[in-house]
Protein backbone atom coordinates (compact mmCIF):
# COMPACT_ATOMS: atom_id res chain seq x y z
CA UNK A 1 0.00 0.00 0.00
CA UNK A 2 1.37 3.21 -0.75
CA UNK A 3 1.60 5.18 2.70
CA UNK A 4 1.69 8.30 1.09
CA UNK A 5 -1.94 8.23 0.47
CA UNK A 6 -2.40 8.42 3.50
CA UNK A 7 -0.56 11.62 4.26
CA UNK A 8 -3.19 14.71 4.97
CA UNK A 9 -2.10 17.51 3.02
CA UNK A 10 -2.43 21.10 4.89
CA UNK A 11 -2.30 24.02 2.76
CA UNK A 12 0.25 26.49 3.32
CA UNK A 13 -1.08 29.65 3.23
CA UNK A 14 0.31 32.36 6.30
CA UNK A 15 -2.24 34.11 6.89
CA UNK A 16 -5.07 31.28 6.80
CA UNK A 17 -3.14 29.51 8.94
CA UNK A 18 -2.96 32.53 11.56
CA UNK A 19 -6.69 33.13 11.44
CA UNK A 20 -7.54 29.87 11.81
CA UNK A 21 -6.28 28.69 15.07
CA UNK A 22 -8.46 25.54 15.13
CA UNK A 23 -6.61 24.18 12.67
CA UNK A 24 -4.94 20.50 14.20
CA UNK A 25 -1.42 18.75 12.93
CA UNK A 26 -1.04 15.36 12.76
CA UNK A 27 -0.64 13.72 15.52
CA UNK A 28 -3.88 15.92 17.17
CA UNK A 29 -1.71 18.50 18.45
CA UNK A 30 -2.96 22.35 18.33
CA UNK A 31 -0.76 24.99 16.83
CA UNK A 32 1.53 26.44 19.76
CA UNK A 33 -0.36 29.05 21.73
CA UNK A 34 -0.32 31.50 24.80
CA UNK A 35 -4.11 32.62 24.73
CA UNK A 36 -3.60 33.57 28.83
CA UNK A 37 -0.89 36.20 27.42
CA UNK A 38 -2.74 37.60 24.84
CA UNK A 39 -5.08 39.03 27.72
CA UNK A 40 -2.53 39.95 29.71
CA UNK A 41 -1.08 41.69 26.84
CA UNK A 42 -4.49 43.61 25.70
CA UNK A 43 -5.50 44.10 29.18
CA UNK A 44 -2.28 46.26 30.46
CA UNK A 45 -2.17 48.32 26.85
CA UNK A 46 -5.03 49.26 28.12
CA UNK A 47 -4.34 49.59 31.57
CA UNK A 48 -1.19 52.27 30.96
CA UNK A 49 -1.51 55.06 28.41
CA UNK A 50 1.85 54.96 27.51
CA UNK A 51 2.52 50.78 27.63
CA UNK A 52 2.03 50.58 23.82
CA UNK A 53 5.00 52.47 23.27
CA UNK A 54 7.36 50.19 24.62
CA UNK A 55 6.69 47.52 22.12
CA UNK A 56 5.07 48.99 19.23
CA UNK A 57 8.20 48.52 16.60
CA UNK A 58 8.01 44.16 18.14
CA UNK A 59 4.40 43.62 17.43
CA UNK A 60 2.13 42.81 14.44
CA UNK A 61 -1.29 41.35 14.02
CA UNK A 62 -0.36 37.69 13.43
CA UNK A 63 1.18 37.21 16.90
CA UNK A 64 -2.57 36.87 18.17
CA UNK A 65 -3.84 33.33 18.22
CA UNK A 66 -6.93 34.48 18.84
CA UNK A 67 -9.13 35.95 15.65
CA UNK A 68 -11.05 38.32 18.30
CA UNK A 69 -7.61 39.33 20.15
CA UNK A 70 -6.35 39.72 16.49
CA UNK A 71 -9.41 42.57 15.95
CA UNK A 72 -8.80 43.94 19.14
CA UNK A 73 -4.63 44.68 18.12
CA UNK A 74 -6.10 46.43 15.25
CA UNK A 75 -8.18 48.56 17.03
CA UNK A 76 -5.26 49.49 19.22
CA UNK A 77 -3.17 50.25 16.22
CA UNK A 78 -5.53 52.55 14.33
CA UNK A 79 -5.49 54.99 17.60
CA UNK A 80 -1.48 54.44 17.94
CA UNK A 81 -1.26 55.61 14.20
CA UNK A 82 -3.80 58.36 14.83
CA UNK A 83 -1.78 59.91 18.00
CA UNK A 84 -4.80 59.08 20.55
CA UNK A 85 -4.98 57.76 23.58
CA UNK A 86 -5.07 54.12 24.24
CA UNK A 87 -7.20 53.25 27.36
CA UNK A 88 -10.14 50.89 27.48
CA UNK A 89 -12.29 53.47 26.56
CA UNK A 90 -10.69 54.35 23.51
CA UNK A 91 -10.70 51.29 22.33
CA UNK A 92 -14.14 49.57 22.85
CA UNK A 93 -15.28 53.37 20.81
CA UNK A 94 -12.89 52.41 17.67
CA UNK A 95 -14.18 48.92 17.72
CA UNK A 96 -17.81 49.88 17.76
CA UNK A 97 -17.19 52.19 15.22
CA UNK A 98 -15.11 49.53 12.87
CA UNK A 99 -18.68 47.42 13.57
CA UNK A 100 -16.73 44.92 14.80
CA UNK A 101 -16.87 45.32 19.00
CA UNK A 102 -19.72 42.35 19.20
CA UNK A 103 -17.52 40.03 17.26
CA UNK A 104 -14.82 40.38 19.95
CA UNK A 105 -17.67 40.11 22.78
CA UNK A 106 -18.58 43.18 23.21
CA UNK A 107 -17.49 46.20 25.73
CA UNK A 108 -17.71 43.35 28.80
CA UNK A 109 -15.06 40.99 27.28
CA UNK A 110 -12.50 43.90 27.35
CA UNK A 111 -13.33 45.18 30.47
CA UNK A 112 -12.41 41.61 31.71
CA UNK A 113 -9.09 41.80 29.74
CA UNK A 114 -8.10 44.51 32.34
CA UNK A 115 -9.37 42.74 35.43
CA UNK A 116 -6.64 40.54 35.94
CA UNK A 117 -3.52 42.45 34.86
CA UNK A 118 -2.00 44.73 37.45
CA UNK A 119 0.53 46.66 35.35
CA UNK A 120 1.66 47.21 32.53
CA UNK A 121 5.62 46.23 33.94
CA UNK A 122 5.92 42.75 32.07
CA UNK A 123 4.71 43.95 28.72
CA UNK A 124 7.75 43.19 26.85
CA UNK A 125 8.12 39.77 28.14
CA UNK A 126 4.69 38.90 26.82
CA UNK A 127 5.29 40.56 23.65
CA UNK A 128 8.42 38.02 23.13
CA UNK A 129 6.55 35.42 24.53
CA UNK A 130 3.94 35.52 22.26
CA UNK A 131 6.32 36.49 18.73
CA UNK A 132 7.87 33.23 19.91
CA UNK A 133 4.59 31.73 20.00
CA UNK A 134 3.90 33.25 16.55
CA UNK A 135 7.39 31.95 14.91
CA UNK A 136 6.80 28.21 15.98
CA UNK A 137 3.50 28.52 14.51
CA UNK A 138 4.70 30.13 11.06
CA UNK A 139 7.79 27.47 10.92
CA UNK A 140 5.36 24.61 11.33
CA UNK A 141 3.48 25.88 8.50
CA UNK A 142 6.10 26.37 6.20
CA UNK A 143 7.93 22.73 7.63
CA UNK A 144 4.00 21.32 6.24
CA UNK A 145 4.20 22.70 2.89
CA UNK A 146 7.88 21.58 2.10
CA UNK A 147 7.01 17.95 3.52
CA UNK A 148 3.32 18.33 1.25
CA UNK A 149 6.35 19.33 -1.38
CA UNK A 150 8.42 16.76 -0.93
CA UNK A 151 5.91 13.45 -1.24
CA UNK A 152 5.20 15.21 -4.39
CA UNK A 153 6.95 13.20 -7.18
CA UNK A 154 6.58 16.14 -9.69
CA UNK A 155 8.10 18.55 -8.04
CA UNK A 156 11.45 19.85 -8.33
CA UNK A 157 13.10 18.91 -4.95
CA UNK A 158 15.57 21.89 -5.41
CA UNK A 159 12.22 23.95 -5.99
CA UNK A 160 11.26 22.77 -2.52
CA UNK A 161 14.56 23.56 -0.64
CA UNK A 162 14.56 26.68 -2.14
CA UNK A 163 11.12 27.47 -0.86
CA UNK A 164 12.20 26.26 2.37
CA UNK A 165 14.78 28.58 3.05
CA UNK A 166 13.41 31.39 1.02
CA UNK A 167 10.37 31.80 3.53
CA UNK A 168 11.92 31.14 6.62
CA UNK A 169 14.99 33.85 5.69
CA UNK A 170 12.09 36.09 5.03
CA UNK A 171 10.28 35.17 8.30
CA UNK A 172 13.77 36.37 10.03
CA UNK A 173 13.98 39.48 7.90
CA UNK A 174 9.98 40.27 8.56
CA UNK A 175 10.83 39.10 12.80
CA UNK A 176 14.13 41.28 13.00
CA UNK A 177 14.80 43.42 10.02
CA UNK A 178 14.14 47.37 12.03
CA UNK A 179 11.98 49.55 10.62
CA UNK A 180 12.24 52.08 8.37
CA UNK A 181 13.03 56.09 9.41
CA UNK A 182 12.33 58.94 7.40
CA UNK A 183 14.93 61.42 7.22
CA UNK A 184 13.56 63.63 9.83
CA UNK A 185 13.95 61.01 12.08
CA UNK A 186 17.30 60.40 11.36
CA UNK A 187 18.51 63.60 11.48
CA UNK A 188 16.93 64.24 14.77
CA UNK A 189 18.76 60.96 16.74
CA UNK A 190 22.08 62.22 14.86
CA UNK A 191 21.85 65.35 16.21
CA UNK A 192 20.99 64.64 19.99
CA UNK A 193 23.93 61.86 19.59
CA UNK A 194 26.18 64.64 18.78
CA UNK A 195 24.66 66.65 21.82
CA UNK A 196 25.59 63.96 23.94
CA UNK A 197 28.94 63.34 22.35
CA UNK A 198 29.62 67.22 23.52
CA UNK A 199 28.78 66.61 27.04
CA UNK A 200 30.49 63.28 27.22
CA UNK A 201 33.82 64.21 29.18
CA UNK A 202 35.72 61.64 27.57
CA UNK A 203 35.04 63.32 24.25
CA UNK A 204 34.29 59.89 22.67
CA UNK A 205 31.44 58.42 20.41
CA UNK A 206 32.13 55.17 21.16
CA UNK A 207 33.48 52.72 23.50
CA UNK A 208 37.09 53.96 24.91
CA UNK A 209 39.66 51.23 24.40
CA UNK A 210 41.30 53.16 27.01
CA UNK A 211 44.76 53.80 25.29
CA UNK A 212 44.67 58.07 24.57
CA UNK A 213 46.31 57.92 20.97
CA UNK A 214 43.95 54.85 19.43
CA UNK A 215 41.00 56.76 20.80
CA UNK A 216 42.19 60.16 19.10
CA UNK A 217 42.02 58.41 16.12
CA UNK A 218 39.03 55.77 16.16
CA UNK A 219 36.75 57.97 18.93
CA UNK A 220 36.40 55.18 20.45
CA UNK A 221 35.13 51.37 19.23
CA UNK A 222 31.90 52.27 17.19
CA UNK A 223 28.18 50.71 17.17
CA UNK A 224 28.17 48.14 14.48
CA UNK A 225 31.54 48.28 13.37
CA UNK A 226 33.49 45.17 12.69
CA UNK A 227 37.31 45.42 13.88
CA UNK A 228 40.24 42.83 12.86
CA UNK A 229 43.24 42.73 14.81
CA UNK A 230 45.96 41.15 13.01
CA UNK A 231 49.87 40.21 13.36
CA UNK A 232 52.37 37.23 13.35
CA UNK A 233 52.40 35.62 16.98
CA UNK A 234 54.39 36.60 19.75
CA UNK A 235 53.39 40.30 19.08
CA UNK A 236 50.78 40.81 21.39
CA UNK A 237 47.30 40.04 19.74
CA UNK A 238 46.03 38.55 22.84
CA UNK A 239 47.46 41.12 25.65
CA UNK A 240 45.84 44.32 23.49
CA UNK A 241 42.44 42.18 22.93
CA UNK A 242 43.11 41.88 27.15
CA UNK A 243 43.93 45.61 27.56
CA UNK A 244 40.51 46.86 25.37
CA UNK A 245 38.34 44.59 27.54
CA UNK A 246 39.99 45.37 30.68
CA UNK A 247 39.60 49.08 30.00
CA UNK A 248 36.15 48.70 29.26
CA UNK A 249 35.05 45.61 31.84
CA UNK A 250 36.91 46.86 34.89
CA UNK A 251 37.57 50.23 34.56
CA UNK A 252 34.41 51.90 33.26
CA UNK A 253 31.99 48.81 34.06
CA UNK A 254 30.97 48.85 30.36
CA UNK A 255 29.82 44.58 29.54
CA UNK A 256 32.29 43.07 27.41
CA UNK A 257 32.01 39.48 26.05
CA UNK A 258 35.33 37.50 25.16
CA UNK A 259 35.22 34.30 22.76
CA UNK A 260 38.36 32.55 23.43
CA UNK A 261 39.04 29.54 20.69
CA UNK A 262 42.90 29.33 21.64
CA UNK A 263 43.17 30.61 25.48
CA UNK A 264 41.02 28.66 27.97
CA UNK A 265 39.31 31.17 30.23
CA UNK A 266 41.72 30.44 33.38
CA UNK A 267 44.64 31.35 31.25
CA UNK A 268 42.70 35.06 30.55
CA UNK A 269 42.12 35.56 33.78
CA UNK A 270 45.54 34.85 34.76
CA UNK A 271 46.74 37.77 32.34
CA UNK A 272 44.18 39.63 33.06
CA UNK A 273 45.46 39.62 37.14
CA UNK A 274 49.04 40.27 35.48
CA UNK A 275 47.80 43.01 33.68
CA UNK A 276 46.02 44.60 36.86
CA UNK A 277 48.51 43.51 39.81
CA UNK A 278 51.56 44.02 37.58
CA UNK A 279 52.84 40.98 39.05
CA UNK A 280 55.17 39.12 36.64
CA UNK A 281 53.03 36.27 34.39
CA UNK A 282 55.92 34.08 35.34
CA UNK A 283 55.35 34.22 38.97
CA UNK A 284 51.46 33.78 38.58
CA UNK A 285 52.02 31.07 36.31
CA UNK A 286 54.12 28.84 38.33
CA UNK A 287 52.45 29.80 41.64
CA UNK A 288 55.62 31.21 43.07
CA UNK A 289 54.12 34.34 44.50
CA UNK A 290 55.11 36.07 47.92
CA UNK A 291 52.99 37.12 50.66
CA UNK A 292 52.39 40.44 49.88
CA UNK A 293 51.55 39.28 46.14
CA UNK A 294 48.94 36.82 47.43
CA UNK A 295 47.47 40.08 48.74
CA UNK A 296 47.43 41.90 45.95
CA UNK A 297 46.01 39.00 43.96
CA UNK A 298 43.15 38.44 46.95
CA UNK A 299 42.04 42.61 46.86
CA UNK A 300 42.04 42.31 42.97
CA UNK A 301 39.83 39.48 43.15
CA UNK A 302 37.50 41.81 45.54
CA UNK A 303 37.91 43.99 42.51
CA UNK A 304 36.62 41.77 40.11
CA UNK A 305 33.86 40.59 41.84
CA UNK A 306 30.96 42.74 40.11
CA UNK A 307 33.20 43.23 36.91
CA UNK A 308 30.94 42.65 33.26
CA UNK A 309 33.20 40.39 31.37
CA UNK A 310 32.14 37.37 30.36
CA UNK A 311 34.55 34.45 28.77
CA UNK A 312 33.69 31.71 26.67
CA UNK A 313 36.40 29.06 25.66
CA UNK A 314 34.92 26.95 23.63
CA UNK A 315 37.10 25.74 20.86
CA UNK A 316 35.70 25.18 17.59
CA UNK A 317 33.20 27.74 17.88
CA UNK A 318 31.11 27.37 15.00
CA UNK A 319 29.68 30.98 13.26
CA UNK A 320 26.01 29.32 14.30
CA UNK A 321 27.13 29.02 17.72
CA UNK A 322 28.61 32.44 18.70
CA UNK A 323 25.78 34.22 16.60
CA UNK A 324 23.10 31.55 19.39
CA UNK A 325 25.80 32.98 22.15
CA UNK A 326 26.03 36.53 21.48
CA UNK A 327 22.33 37.10 21.42
CA UNK A 328 21.89 35.32 24.92
CA UNK A 329 24.33 37.88 26.26
CA UNK A 330 23.22 40.82 24.66
CA UNK A 331 19.45 39.89 26.00
CA UNK A 332 20.47 38.83 29.28
CA UNK A 333 23.30 41.29 29.94
CA UNK A 334 23.50 44.11 27.15
CA UNK A 335 26.75 43.32 26.18
CA UNK A 336 28.40 46.38 24.52
CA UNK A 337 31.05 44.88 23.46
CA UNK A 338 32.80 41.13 21.33
CA UNK A 339 36.16 40.33 20.99
CA UNK A 340 37.02 36.90 19.18
CA UNK A 341 40.31 34.92 19.84
CA UNK A 342 40.69 34.46 17.49
CA UNK A 343 39.16 34.37 14.19
CA UNK A 344 40.85 31.68 12.38
CA UNK A 345 40.13 29.02 14.44
CA UNK A 346 36.11 29.43 13.83
CA UNK A 347 34.14 26.80 11.68
CA UNK A 348 31.57 27.46 9.90
CA UNK A 349 29.05 24.57 10.59
CA UNK A 350 26.39 26.21 9.18
CA UNK A 351 27.51 25.83 5.58
CA UNK A 352 27.56 23.20 2.92
CA UNK A 353 31.38 22.11 3.25
CA UNK A 354 31.59 20.05 -0.22
CA UNK A 355 32.86 22.44 -3.13
CA UNK A 356 33.83 25.20 -0.42
CA UNK A 357 37.61 25.65 0.55
CA UNK A 358 38.77 27.56 3.55
CA UNK A 359 39.33 30.88 1.93
CA UNK A 360 35.45 31.06 1.09
CA UNK A 361 34.35 29.08 4.76
CA UNK A 362 36.77 32.21 6.21
CA UNK A 363 34.79 34.49 3.99
CA UNK A 364 31.72 33.76 5.25
CA UNK A 365 32.61 33.84 8.96
CA UNK A 366 33.68 37.32 8.28
CA UNK A 367 30.24 38.46 6.65
CA UNK A 368 28.58 36.96 9.26
CA UNK A 369 30.55 38.38 12.23
CA UNK A 370 30.24 41.76 10.04
CA UNK A 371 25.87 41.01 9.78
CA UNK A 372 26.31 40.34 13.55
CA UNK A 373 27.90 43.50 14.26
CA UNK A 374 24.85 45.13 12.86
CA UNK A 375 22.38 43.11 14.30
CA UNK A 376 23.30 43.67 17.74
CA UNK A 377 24.71 47.30 17.13
CA UNK A 378 28.22 46.71 18.91
CA UNK A 379 31.59 47.00 18.05
CA UNK A 380 33.10 43.42 17.50
CA UNK A 381 36.72 43.23 17.64
CA UNK A 382 38.22 39.79 15.28
CA UNK A 383 41.73 39.04 16.31
CA UNK A 384 43.57 37.44 13.05
CA UNK A 385 46.61 35.76 11.92
CA UNK A 386 49.06 37.25 9.15
CA UNK A 387 50.71 35.07 6.16
CA UNK A 388 54.56 33.99 7.06
CA UNK A 389 55.66 35.94 3.56
CA UNK A 390 55.73 39.03 6.19
CA UNK A 391 59.26 37.11 7.67
CA UNK A 392 60.89 37.57 4.93
CA UNK A 393 60.77 41.09 4.45
CA UNK A 394 64.34 42.02 5.41
CA UNK A 395 64.10 45.51 6.10
CA UNK A 396 60.14 46.51 7.26
CA UNK A 397 58.01 43.59 8.57
CA UNK A 398 55.22 45.12 9.55
CA UNK A 399 51.95 43.73 7.78
CA UNK A 400 50.01 44.78 5.02
CA UNK A 401 46.45 44.50 4.07
CA UNK A 402 47.83 41.76 1.54
CA UNK A 403 48.76 39.52 4.28
CA UNK A 404 45.82 38.91 6.07
CA UNK A 405 45.53 35.05 6.09
CA UNK A 406 43.21 33.04 3.86
CA UNK A 407 40.80 35.56 3.15
CA UNK A 408 41.17 38.82 1.10
CA UNK A 409 36.99 39.43 2.58
CA UNK A 410 38.74 40.30 5.96
CA UNK A 411 39.98 43.73 4.43
CA UNK A 412 36.69 43.86 2.60
CA UNK A 413 34.22 43.22 5.61
CA UNK A 414 36.28 45.15 8.55
CA UNK A 415 35.62 48.70 9.45
CA UNK A 416 38.97 48.70 10.49
CA UNK A 417 42.20 46.69 10.49
CA UNK A 418 44.72 47.25 12.82
CA UNK A 419 48.09 45.61 12.80
CA UNK A 420 50.82 45.10 15.49
CA UNK A 421 54.33 45.02 14.92
CA UNK A 422 57.39 44.86 17.66
CA UNK A 423 61.46 45.81 15.89
CA UNK A 424 62.56 44.34 20.12
CA UNK A 425 61.26 41.24 18.67
CA UNK A 426 63.27 40.95 15.22
CA UNK A 427 66.42 43.16 16.40
CA UNK A 428 67.14 41.66 19.69
CA UNK A 429 69.83 43.47 22.17
CA UNK A 430 70.34 45.32 18.50
CA UNK A 431 66.99 47.50 18.66
CA UNK A 432 67.40 51.07 19.34
CA UNK A 433 67.24 52.33 22.71
CA UNK A 434 63.90 54.15 22.26
CA UNK A 435 62.37 51.36 20.26
CA UNK A 436 62.69 49.19 23.24
CA UNK A 437 59.16 48.03 24.81
CA UNK A 438 57.63 49.58 22.46
CA UNK A 439 54.93 48.29 19.94
CA UNK A 440 53.57 49.84 16.66
CA UNK A 441 49.80 49.88 16.12
CA UNK A 442 49.26 51.05 12.50
CA UNK A 443 45.97 50.93 11.54
CA UNK A 444 46.33 49.87 7.67
CA UNK A 445 42.06 50.51 6.76
CA UNK A 446 39.75 53.11 8.39
CA UNK A 447 36.50 52.93 6.56
CA UNK A 448 34.95 56.45 8.16
CA UNK A 449 38.38 57.87 8.89
CA UNK A 450 41.88 57.82 8.49
CA UNK A 451 45.05 56.09 8.90
CA UNK A 452 48.05 56.11 10.98
CA UNK A 453 50.78 54.14 12.73
CA UNK A 454 50.25 54.40 17.39
CA UNK A 455 53.36 53.89 18.97
CA UNK A 456 52.49 51.61 22.72
CA UNK A 457 54.22 50.74 25.42
CA UNK A 458 54.22 47.07 25.42
CA UNK A 459 54.88 45.05 28.96
CA UNK A 460 54.44 41.36 27.84
CA UNK A 461 56.01 40.38 31.46
CA UNK A 462 52.85 41.66 32.81
CA UNK A 463 50.93 40.62 29.92
CA UNK A 464 49.54 44.25 28.96
CA UNK A 465 49.88 47.90 26.42
CA UNK A 466 49.36 51.01 27.55
CA UNK A 467 50.04 54.70 26.36
CA UNK A 468 54.08 55.33 25.24
CA UNK A 469 54.46 57.90 27.70
CA UNK A 470 52.43 55.97 30.35
CA UNK A 471 54.63 56.57 33.60
CA UNK A 472 52.46 53.57 34.94
CA UNK A 473 55.19 51.18 32.85
CA UNK A 474 57.17 48.99 35.30
CA UNK A 475 59.60 46.70 33.62
CA UNK A 476 60.71 45.75 37.19
CA UNK A 477 58.53 43.98 39.68
CA UNK A 478 58.51 44.51 43.77
CA UNK A 479 60.23 41.12 44.02
CA UNK A 480 63.23 43.16 45.93
CA UNK A 481 61.05 44.84 48.93
CA UNK A 482 60.69 42.66 51.81
CA UNK A 483 56.99 42.61 53.18
CA UNK A 484 55.81 43.59 56.19
CA UNK A 485 52.72 44.53 58.38
CA UNK A 486 52.33 47.95 57.35
CA UNK A 487 53.12 47.09 53.67
CA UNK A 488 50.46 44.62 53.45
CA UNK A 489 47.63 46.76 55.12
CA UNK A 490 48.63 49.71 52.29
CA UNK A 491 45.23 50.48 49.81
CA UNK A 492 45.86 49.77 46.20
CA UNK A 493 46.20 52.42 44.02
CA UNK A 494 45.77 51.34 39.71
CA UNK A 495 45.85 48.22 40.50
CA UNK A 496 48.94 48.19 42.52
CA UNK A 497 49.93 48.02 46.28
CA UNK A 498 51.03 51.26 47.26
CA UNK A 499 54.60 50.16 49.38
CA UNK A 500 54.94 51.10 53.02
CA UNK A 501 58.10 53.68 52.67
CA UNK A 502 55.74 56.16 50.68
CA UNK A 503 54.49 58.50 53.38
CA UNK A 504 50.64 59.62 52.57
CA UNK A 505 50.19 62.98 53.75
CA UNK A 506 48.21 63.36 56.56
CA UNK A 507 46.15 66.78 55.17
CA UNK A 508 45.24 65.41 52.07
CA UNK A 509 45.19 62.39 49.61
CA UNK A 510 48.81 63.20 47.46
CA UNK A 511 51.68 60.89 48.07
CA UNK A 512 54.74 62.15 49.47
CA UNK A 513 57.96 60.80 47.73
CA UNK A 514 60.81 61.74 46.43
CA UNK A 515 62.29 61.13 42.78
CA UNK A 516 65.33 59.11 44.37
CA UNK A 517 62.95 56.72 46.04
CA UNK A 518 60.94 56.18 42.86
CA UNK A 519 63.88 55.42 41.14
CA UNK A 520 65.08 52.87 43.97
CA UNK A 521 61.78 51.57 44.03
CA UNK A 522 61.34 51.02 40.38
Known amino acids: MDNTSEVKKIPYNRKINSLHPEMLLENGKVMPQAIDIEKALLGAIMLEKDAFIKVADMMMKEMFYKPQHQLIYDAIHNLFQRNEPIDLLSVTHELKRLGKLEI ?17 AHIEYYTRLLLQKYLQREVISICTEAINRSFEDSDDVFETIDFATRTIFELTEKVTKAREKDI ?55 ALMLTFAKNAAVELQIPVAIFSLEMTSQDIVKRLLASITHIPMDNINKGNLTDYELIQLSQTIDKLDNVPLFIDDTSSLSLTELRAKARRLKTQHDIQMIIIDYLQLMSNRDKNASGSNREQEISSISRGLKGLAKELNIPIIALSQVNRSVEKEKENKMPRLSDLRES ?93 KINQNKNNDDFDISQNEIEEDF
Open 104 to 120: VGGAHYLATLTYNVASA
Open 408 to 500: GSLEQDADMVFFIYRPEYYSGENTEPEMKGVAILNLAKNRHGSTAEIKLRFNGRYSYFSDLDDMQYFDNSFSDIQPNQDFLNEPMKGGIIVPS
Open 184 to 238: KTLVTETIEDLRNIKNNKSGLSGIPSGLRDIDIVTHGWQKSHFIILAARPAMGKS
